[in-house]
Nanobody, 126 residues
């Protein structure tokens, strides 16, 4: 059993920063895993935000490049998303997800992710 538990969401003004964390509970990491952050705004489809894989590769949505940074700790028990220069359009529920394979540039496809967290709300006011 693998559980993903997100934390760090909240309300912030535009231009501010937040750091989301995803605790991985249970044995998950393998030589080919990928972790990712997705988000879903009210009335919109879920979209990929960023991903990090066992190879060290990282991927970002164009809308967050240069503003968000995904990372994992050395123990591989926590995946974080540092968000800076936040905009009102970043407002959404943010979800952590995990999969056992690496699909490269198709990282944003949520179908292959096996485990999902419960989500943490991020609200950015103008």
């Amino acid at each position: 059993q693998v559980l993903l538990v997100e934390s760090g969401g909240g309300s912030v003004q535009a231009g501010g920063s937040l750091r989301l964390s995803c605790a991985v509970i249970g044995y998950f990491f393998s030589s080919t895993y990928c972790m990712a952050w997705f988000r879903q705004a009210s009335g919109k489809e879920r979209e990929g935000v960023a991903s990090i894989c066992a190879t060290g590769s990282t991927y970002y949505a164009d809308s967050v490049k240069g503003r968000f940074t995904i990372s994992e700790d050395n123990a591989k028990t926590t995946v974080s998303l540092q968000m800076s220069s936040l905009k009102p359009e970043d407002t959404a529920m943010y979800y952590c997800a995990a999969r056992y394979d690496n699909v490269g540039n198709n990282w944003y496809d949520d179908k292959g992710f096996r485990y999902w967290g419960q989500g943490t709300q991020v609200t950015v006011s103008s």
